[in-house]
């Protein structure tokens, strides 16, 4: 089964970047849609962004539009968030998701088969 890694999580201050890492088990993530979500405590889960197995084809929740970039490499068989100019309301557990699409270019935050561990993101002064 698919496992996810997450890391590059920690405290900082507003304004301040963070870059997440999820490194994925297998070969073909080429063949994933990969998505961030994050959940703060007291609230729902919320998709973050997303990136299509094929194109790079990206969405972003319009909260981290303009602040977080979501990216690939699938030599490497990682994805990352940067996230720039980050606010308290950012802080959360962020989670790596993987959803099998083949060949897809197209991505969306709903349904997603595999999670990571999650990783805490907590922005404060």
């Known amino acids: 089964q698919l496992q996810l890694v997450e890391s590059g999580g920690g405290l900082v201050q507003p304004g301040g970047s963070l870059r997440l890492s999820c490194a994925a088990s297998v070969i073909t993530l080429n063949r994933y849609a990969i998505a961030w979500f994050r959940q703060a405590p007291g609230k729902e889960r919320e998709g973050v962004s997303c990136?299509?197995?094929?194109?790079?084809?990206?969405n972003y929740a319009d909260s981290v539009k303009g602040r977080f970039t979501i990216s690939r490499d699938n030599a490497k068989n990682t994805v990352y968030l940067q996230m720039n100019s980050l606010k308290p309301a950012d802080t959360a557990v962020y989670y790596c998701a993987a959803q099998f699409t083949g060949v897809g270019y197209n991505c969306g935050l709903g349904r997603y088969d595999y999670w990571g561990q999650g990783t805490q993101v907590t922005v404060s002064s």
């Open positions: 990136i299509s197995s094929i194109g790079g084809n990206t």
